[in-house]
């Protein structure tokens, strides 16, 4: 259930339970007024029958009482009037038929008054008695030791309350029907003006918080309890912000410690691979020479196996030496085929011993690109040479350079038809000494190597690959440099 309607039926609730009472209150004053306004008319004619029937009763001329009790019981809002002794026996009555009949309580005489108003359901009536003093004009029949002698009742009809009564509770349920549906459309306007629009925005404001979103903020600037609510939401958000910020920064920084202890490990892992086999050769060479003598020829032999151990170890080092380095380019202008031809002239053995088809080609005018050209050729040497070592039953060799959509940019695709690269490698074949070639063929430098030079100048380089289908290396270099 919604607030709204909570609030609704709430104050809906409450407004009908102030109705209800206030009417039940209003009925019964009503009645109780009726009934004291009936009471006043029964006292007063019960004092005006009284003077008109004193004197009748004082002359003995009962005739003449019986008929003015007959008048005055033909006004049509009294039931009755009658005449009583202290026994409660009708004496006379404005309806004759009552005549001797006792009544059901007798009237106090000991204290020479009266009952109090009653309440005849029956009849609908309330009655009062009013006593008949004994008075010098009554010494000729009665006592003078009886100071009341009697009673006059007098009965009044009580309005028909009942329909009046209906005619209210009508107009109360129709009054409070008209007031909660006037309270309820007024609730509805001013919650919608002052809490509706406001809380469906923090509502709105917290399920983006909930479904990760920190950057939202609550726009509030009252200073109301829900201006200060959307405040204290606003902090609270603010420092699950930096909470999540410090979290993700120690996170990074232990995913990167743990990518540099890995890369750590398999860099020294590559230069023992790659130090020790050469060393491993030298070794065997330097023992078999130190146990017997030989002959020049066989010397010989041994010396060159040597000099290829360090030659190997050289060139491993030097590598090292170029990736950790990262010299900084000596920048000249370049001509890029010019740059390509050389790095296929100078791998032409290597082409044309495993059959490769190649082609360069010149997309439009490409300009000439700020760059180091024996960096560069180094680039392009690693690059070809792997798209040919990718491709040892032969296959087609695909160079071109265009501009790009970007004219600061120049790209160079190395396209080649090779076993291509399996997904799972793709993601490290930049990380130092990473090869999937046969132990001893490669260092896994060169590429790593390529890289930084590329990124030293500015440029990008991007590998894509499909097992079966060959591989595109795409290297894209700055025009005017980086």
């Known amino acids: 259930m919604s607030l709204r309607l909570k609030m609704i039926l709430g104050i809906g609730a409450i407004l009908l339970s102030v109705v209800l009472g206030f009417a039940v209150i209003a009925l019964r004053q009503q009645a109780k007024y009726q009934q004291d306004l009936a009471r006043h008319q029964a006292e007063l004619i019960a004092a005006v029958a009284d003077r008109s029937l004193a004197r009748a009763m004082g002359l003995g001329e009962r005739t003449v009482v019986q008929s003015i009790l007959g008048r005055i019981g033909e006004h049509e809002e009294l039931a009755g009037i009658r005449i009583v002794d202290a026994t409660g026996r009708i004496l006379r009555s404005s309806h004759p038929e009552e005549i001797g009949h006792t009544l059901a309580q007798a009237p106090a005489v000991d204290r020479g008054q009266g009952h109090e108003a009653a309440w005849d359901v029956e009849r609908r009536s309330v009655g009062i008695f009013k006593?008949?003093?004994?008075?010098?004009?009554?010494?000729?029949?009665?006592?003078?030791?009886?100071?009341v002698l009697g009673f006059l009742n007098v009965l009044v009809s009580l309005p028909p309350l009942d329909a009046e009564i209906s005619y209210h509770w009508t107009i109360v349920i129709v009054a409070a029907v008209v007031s909660l549906l006037l309270v309820g459309a007024m609730v509805v306007i001013l919650f919608?003006?002052?809490?509706g629009r406001r809380l469906d925005l923090l509502s709105a404001t917290m399920s983006q918080v909930e479904a990760g979103?920190?950057?939202?903020?609550?726009?509030?600037?009252?200073?109301?309890?829900?201006?200060?609510?959307g405040k204290s939401f606003n902090?609270?958000?603010?420092?699950?912000?930096?909470?999540?910020?410090?979290?993700?920064?120690?996170?990074?920084e232990q995913i990167r410690r743990a990518q540099s202890l890995a890369a750590l490990g398999t860099m020294a892992a590559g230069i023992a691979h790659e130090l020790n086999n050469p060393i491993a050769g030298m070794q065997n060479?330097?023992?078999?020479?130190?146990?017997?003598?030989?002959?020049?020829?066989?010397?010989?032999?041994?010396?060159?196996?040597?000099?290829?151990?360090?030659e190997r170890i050289g060139r491993t080092v030097g590598q090292l030496l170029n990736f950790a380095r990262e010299a900084k380019p000596q920048v000249t202008r370049v001509s890029l085929r010019p740059l390509l031809e050389r790095c296929l002239t100078l791998l032409g053995h290597e082409i044309t011993a495993r059959q490769v088809a190649t082609s360069l080609r010149l997309d439009g005018r490409v300009s000439d690109i700020l760059g180091d050209p024996h960096q560069l050729e180094q680039v392009f040497l690693n690059v070809i040479m792997n798209a040919i070592e990718a491709m040892p039953n032969g296959g087609r060799l695909d160079l071109s350079v265009r501009e790009r959509r970007d004219p600061r940019f120049v790209q160079v695709a190395v396209v080649d038809t090779g076993v291509g690269i399996p997904p799972e490698h793709l993601p490290r074949i930049f990380d130092p000494f990473f090869t999937t070639k046969e132990v001893g063929k490669n260092t896994g430098l060169g590429l790593s190597v390529s890289y930084g030079i590329v990124r030293t100048h500015g440029g990008y380089i991007d590998v894509e690959s499909t097992v079966g289908n060959g591989t595109t290396v795409r290297v894209d270099l700055p025009v005017n440099g980086g």
């Open 213 to 229: 979103d920190l950057s939202v903020r609550v726009r509030d600037a009252s200073s109301d309890e829900l201006g200060r609510l």
């Open 192 to 195: 919608n003006m002052f809490l």
């Open 131 to 147: 006593p008949i003093l004994n008075g010098p004009a009554c010494v000729g029949c009665h006592s003078r030791d009886r100071t």
């Open 285 to 310: 060479c330097v023992r078999t020479l130190i146990r017997g003598k030989w002959d020049k020829t066989r010397l010989a032999q041994y010396l060159e196996m040597l000099q290829e151990g360090l």
């Open 235 to 252: 902090a609270m958000v603010e420092r699950l912000a930096e909470a999540r910020r410090q979290l993700e920064d120690r996170h990074a």
